[in-house]
T-cell receptor, first 116, second 114 residues
Framework: GAVVSQHPSWVICKSGTSVKIECRSLDFQATTMFWYRQFPKQSLMLMATSNEGSKATYEQGVEKDKFLINHASLTLSTLTVTSAHPEDSSFYIC????????????FGPGTRLLVL | GENVEQHPSTLSVQEGDSAVIKCTYSDSASNYFPWYKQELGKRPQLIIDIRSNVGEKKDQRIAVTLNKTAKHFSLHITETQPEDSAVYFCAASRYGGSQGNLIFGKGTKLSVKP
């Protein structure tokens, strides 16, 4: 139980294009989903918190117009990196918090983004 | 806001020895402390967690201790095995109400030598 999937697992795109990453909770309902960014050999940096049916809360320094987050249902949140640039290349990981055990976060497998 | 410090950044032990990783946190209101294991290129996996109303929790070879007064918590792995080699992250959260974001430490790379 408590499985989180992400799609795609990796993507290569040209500078200036937009990339959408999906995060799904497969066997539970997630009231809240989180988006993290992880650079090589570094920790997870929280980018934003996404609640179903409401606007995402972004961490300080994260551009909301650059990283669009939509949480349309209790099982799906999407992160769109708009007008991607090489400095946006990173490992993006989502996590989901289960309704019944609300403090625990389960992580997706991550999406590796490379912007050329 | 919350700040989590984690030490050491790297740890190398012989198979069968114990490993201890320590974390401190700054927000006395934090009440949930999970530990995650992340293998290279993979997702973080929750291995154990502890809430502020408990001082110690154990699950087979893994244990976590919490000292609320000193605001630090530790991960203890006994009888280490090569498959324990990974990066371990501690985190703290002030779960309750609208809060609940995990603030992560910088990670500890554990290497278990056979």
């Amino acid at each position: 139980g408590a499985v989180v999937s992400q799609h795609p697992s990796w993507v290569i795109c040209k500078s200036g294009t937009s990339v959408k990453i999906e995060c799904r909770s497969l066997d539970f309902q997630a009231t809240t989903m989180f988006w993290y960014r992880q650079f090589p050999k570094q920790s997870l940096m929280l980018m934003a918190t996404s609640n179903e049916g409401s606007k995402a809360t972004y961490e300080q320094g994260v551009e909301k117009d650059k990283f669009l987050i939509n949480h349309a249902s209790l099982t799906l949140s999407t992160l769109t990196v708009t007008s991607a640039h090489p400095e946006d290349s990173s490992f993006y990981i989502c996590s989901a918090r289960e309704v019944r055990r609300a403090e625990t976060q389960y992580f997706g497998p991550g999406t590796r983004l490379l912007v050329l | 806001g919350e700040n989590v410090e984690q030490h050491p950044s790297t740890l190398s032990v012989q198979e069968g020895d114990s490993a201890v990783i320590k974390c401190t946190y700054s927000d006395s209101a934090s009440n949930y402390f999970p530990w995650y294991k992340q293998e290279l290129g993979k997702r973080p996996q929750l291995i154990i967690d502890i809430r502020s109303n408990v001082g110690e929790k154990k699950d087979q070879r893994i244990a976590v201790t919490l000292n609320k007064t000193a605001k630090h918590f530790s991960l203890h792995i006994t009888e280490t095995q090569p498959e324990d080699s990974a990066v371990y992250f501690c985190a703290a959260s002030r779960y309750g109400g609208s809060q609940g974001n995990l603030i992560f430490g910088k990670g500890t790379k554990l290497s278990v030598k056979p």
